[in-house]
Each structure stands twice: as C-alpha cells, then as structure tokens.
C-alpha cells in the first residue's frame, strides 16, 4: 500500500494548517468516512477521516458530500463532542499510519473538555476512534472490535485503548551513515544471497519506520544506476538517496506525484519522485491534492456498487428475462407469419366438400392458388365432418392472425422495458451516493422493488431532487441530471423553452441542459462532453450527442420515467476526455 509512514509524515506536517481550527459541522456521509467542516486561518476547509477498508485515507477535500437521512450514531457523538471544539495539535506517533487530532471543547456545562480522534489507516483493520486523553478510555469507534475478533486490542465504548502493535523499527530521521551502513551490512553478512535488488528493498522495509515496498524500490533503484553494485558495497551507495529523501522529508519539502505505469496501466503516489516506474508522472502542490486525485471517487464508487448491489442483480435479471421473452415472441411471430396458408387450406377444404366423406384423414385437392395447380394434401380429423373441419383450419387462421397482432404488441412492449432497463442500469453506474436512493425510489414506484415501509424521513411531495451544475469555461451553467428522478425534473420542469437539451443518441444516458438561450462553441461542445461521460458510450470515441431546444422535446403518454422524443436535432460527434471534464467546476443545486 502507498500510504506509508512517510506519507502520513508529510501530510502530517501539512496538517498543521488545521491547528487552532474551529470545527464547526461534523458529517458522515457514509458508515466509514467522517468529514469535518473547518474555520481556519480566516478559511473553510474540509478534513477527510476515513476508516474504509479498502481505500482508508486522510486528507483536505473539496468534494461536495451529502447527509444520510438520519444522521448515524458515531455521527451524533462527535458532534456532541467536537462540533465547536478547537483542534489543538494533529500528531502522528512515530512514524506510524496513525494520526492524533486533539481537540479541545467545553461541553454543556460550559466545562473544558478533551477528546482526540485517533485514526488508524490500516488497510482493512483501518478505524476511527474517539477517546478520553487523560483516562485512555475509548468513547466510541466507528468500527468495533470485540474480543471475538481480537484479543489483543478491544475498540468498544468504555474500553481502554491499545495502539496497534509496534513494529520496533527505527527511525531514518536523523540517522548516522555510519549507522546506516552498519545495519544493512549486517543484514548482507546474515543473508545467504544479498545480491538482488529484492533483498534490500526488504531490509529497508523490514528496519526502518515508515518504509513502505515501493519508496525502498525507489531508492535501491536511484542507488544500483542500471547495475546493481557489489553487496559490499550497497549499504554506502544506498545511503545517498536515503539522506537526501529524509532530508527532504525533514525540511518539509516532500514531492507528491501520481505515476500511471505505461506497461500495465496502474497508478501509484508518493511522496519522492519514482524513476523506477515508467509512465507518465502528475506533480501536485499538496499532498491532499495528491490524494484527491489518486483515490477520486473510487471509494465513492465502491460503496455505491456495495449498496446497488441488490439492484444490478434485479435489473440484470429482468434484463435476461426480457431477452428470453423476446426470443420466445420472435418464435411465435414466425409461426402466426403462416396465418395465411390455414384460409388457403380452408378454402380448398370448402371448393372440394363433395369429395370428402367422414372419417376420412387426409384428402388431396387441386391448389388453385398455386400458378403451377399443383395438388396437396390436407389432413382431416375423422371424427368431424367436411364443413367442421373447413371451419377447423379458418378458426387456425383468425387465431394465428389475432396473435401476430398481440405478439408485435408484446415485443414492442419488450423491447420497451430493455431500453428502461438499461437505462437504469447505465444511471446505476455513474451514480453517487445521495442518486441511488432516488433510484430505489422509482423502481418501488414502477414495480420492480418491494416498498420495504421503511421508517425514516418522508419525502416531501413536489420535492425538487439536487442536480448537478457545471460552469462552461464561457461561464454558462450546464445541469445534468444522474437518473430518471433527475432528468424528469430538470428537462419538463426546470429548463426553460429557448435552453437547449442534449442526449447521447440511440445510446443511454443523463439529460443535459445548457440553461442559457446565448452561448458559443465551447458551451456547446462541454455540454455534449458531460452528455457522452454520463453516459454507456463514456469509454467509447466519437459518441454521437443530439442537442435541440427544450421547446421540441416531450414526453409522450404513459411512458417509462425519463423517457422523452424530440425533434429538429443536430448531431455532435465528441470523445469524452474526463480531464476537460474534471476541470469545470460544479455544485450541486
């Protein structure tokens, strides 16, 4: 993992802009992360606490992140007692992934009070914890631990609380090279085979604090210069780029860059530049920026697809199941296309009646519809007479013509349904957090989900949904709406006659509105860039993008949420590019 000690080290230092900050909201947007709201130095910050297993993490934001309905427990009692507190000092021990936020408040008595939040970036053991300095007393954790998963460390409300265990390595700050030199030498004396460059990345890992596998790779690298030295001599070569790195660490001089390796695609941060990786390289002024940028909305994106789980699995199922359906409609459309053969058979039954006797099971006639004349066989049920069993293949033809009507029906009605679905599944996709609780909200309204009767917040009738809003670089706000809820309400209710209204063609996608009757190209061409990324085409090049006045767009009768026609179009032919994307400012309005 990247985020090391050193990391933790330098965003620790550049923490230090938060000391003697006021908190004045606490938020939980989410059951691992905690956002604090913050006064400091005459400006309002974010500070990012987050304790999700798989991307854990601490940083300034400027994310824009939205309240559950009902505000979770560990939420209520940092509120109680943090909300209006001080942050005193923000501490990392060690060089541990652990940062202390004391924090100073007076509670309801008007009595001074002391907490400090301890988070733990751990990996999946990663935690937030609010405890009593003074007793050590654990208030409460936004993950628990109980002695059935752990017998070494206890995170429950009333326990005492255990740092982590210590890994008992050294710090390289302030280090001799003498020392230096001697550890690892005495490392190569007591390894068998000391020559690759995979043993010292691991003694430096294994013997200094902080180290994660790839700083060490960075700094064997920087010290082999395309050749790996003799094992005598490593320890000395390796002691440059060690120094200068603590060094620049020290003076608060750390380099945060993003490296996305050319080879394989992946992408790596930390806090010194990585020659060994080869690939493009982002330089940041912050190590929030850095992080900001790294983790993205990845883990937003990962408790999305945690919580819409259940509805991927009841689209996509529905989706199949309408797939078969039309399959199995396109197999009796083939059978009712032979309506027309049953009156012909009819008929001859008719013009040759006096030919057949009862109990007959097959009789040949003249086909007269035929240019040739040529005979065929007709088979008869004995047991009825010549008129029934006229009537018999004329009842064939009327029933296999009324189904060719309610199958085509049928299929279109099929076909219908996968393009809703789709559509859903594509919002489901790019959806945020506070989107998929409107999307639940429509499918229990269209059928597909059972109304679970949950207690909570009711929904206010006419409730305008939140939307997001871009500023073009000509200064023109650009809405787009994330699902069905959304482009309802922005496309038939907020938009006015002369904006323009742009959608993917034929592909699905969000509804997006340029809320201005004047702009120029650049507007026009940011708006079918949002269209295209909010949409199943956001990989693809050249996606097609319809724009039109909102004045031609109109939702036809009975139709599905979000479905609306529209005409008088012009097509745009664009390539997403989510770094153009990125770099236009948005707000949720």
Not at 65 to 75: H, I, R, S, T, V
Not at 327 to 352: C, V
Not at 455 to 481: D, W
Request: aromatic share 6%; with cysteine; hydrophobic share 35%.
């Amino acid at each position: 993992m990247s985020f090391d000690g050193l990391v933790v080290h330098s965003l620790a230092r550049e923490l230090q802009c938060c000391a003697g900050a006021r908190i004045n909201k606490v938020q939980m947007p989410s059951e691992n992360d905690i956002v604090l709201q913050i006064r400091a130095a005459g400006r309002n910050l974010k500070l990012l606490l987050s304790a999700n297993p798989t991307y854990p993490r601490v940083h300034l934001t400027e994310q824009s992140f939205q309240n559950p309905l009902e505000a979770p427990m560990f939420c209520m009692l940092l509120r109680k007692h943090c909300e209006g507190g001080i942050i005193e000092t923000i501490e990392q021990p060690g060089l541990e992934r652990i940062l202390h936020l004391n924090i100073r408040q007076r509670d309801e008595l008007g009595d001074l009070s002391l907490k400090t939040i301890v988070v733990e970036i751990m990996g999946r053991h990663s935690n937030i914890i609010l405890k009593d300095p003074a007793t050590g007393i654990i208030t409460d954790g936004i993950h628990h631990v109980t002695p059935a998963i752990s017998s070494y460390r206890i995170v429950m409300p009333g326990s005492a609380y255990t740092a982590p265990p210590e890994q008992h390595k050294l710090l390289p700050f302030g280090l001799s090279e003498e020392r230096f030199t001697a550890l690892l030498g005495e490392a190569a004396e007591a390894a068998d085979e000391p020559a690759s460059p995979r043993f010292w990345e691991q003694a430096l890992v294994g013997r200094f604090s902080g180290f994660s596998p790839l700083v060490a790779r960075e700094l064997v690298h920087r010290a082999a210069g395309g050749s790996l030295p003799l094992p005598s001599d490593m320890p000395a070569k390796l002691w440059v780029p060690f120094r200068q790195l603590t060094e620049r660490l020290e003076a608060g001089a750390a380099e945060a860059v993003i490296v996305e390796e050319a080879a394989t695609g992946k992408t790596f941060f930390s806090i010194t530049e990585l020659s060994h990786v080869q690939g493009e390289t982002q330089r940041f002024a912050s190590i929030s920026a850095c992080l900001e940028a790294y983790y993205g909305d990845k883990a937003e994106r990962d408790t999305v697809k945690q919580r819409a789980a259940d509805l991927f699995r009841l689209l996509s199922n529905e989706r199949s199941k309408n797939i078969k359906k039309l399959e199995k409609l396109e197999e009796t459309m083939e059978e009712a296309r032979g309506a027309d053969r049953f009156r012909i058979l009819g008929e001859l039954l008719t013009a040759s009646m006096h030919q057949i006797r009862k109990g007959d099971k097959q009789i040949e006639v003249v086909n007269y519809y035929d240019e040739e004349q040529r005979p065929v066989t007709i088979e008869l049920d004995p047991l009825l007479t010549p008129s029934e069993n006229a009537q018999r293949y004329f009842k064939k033809y009327t029933k296999s013509k009324n189904s060719l009507i309610a199958v085509q029906q049928q299929m279109t009605e099929a076909r219908e349904e996968i393009r809703y679905l789709d559509n859903v599944l594509q919002q489901l996709a790019s959806a945020g957090l506070a989107d998929i609780e409107e999307i639940r909200e429509e499918l229990t309204e269209q059928g597909y989900v059972r109304d679970r009767g949950k207690k909570g917040r009711k929904k206010k009738p006419n409730q305008k949904p939140a939307l997001a809003c871009y500023t073009s670089s000509e200064g023109v706000p650009i809405y787009v709406g994330k699902n069905n809820t959304q482009n309802e309400y922005l496309t038939n209710r907020l938009a006015h006659p002369g904006d323009t209204w742009l959608h993917t063609k034929d592909i699905p996608g969000s509804h997006v509105v340029i809320r201005s009757a004047e702009y120029g190209d650049a507007t026009l061409h940011e708006a079918a860039q949002l269209a295209a990324w909010f949409s199943q085409a956001k990989e693809s090049s050249q996606v097609p993008v319809d724009y039109t006045l909102i004045r031609h767009v109109r939702k036809p009768s009975g139709a599905k949420p979000g479905f609306v026609i529209y005409d008088h179009q012009k097509t745009l032919f664009v390539t997403p590019d989510p770094a153009n994307i990125k770099r236009l400012p948005v707000a949720i309005k």
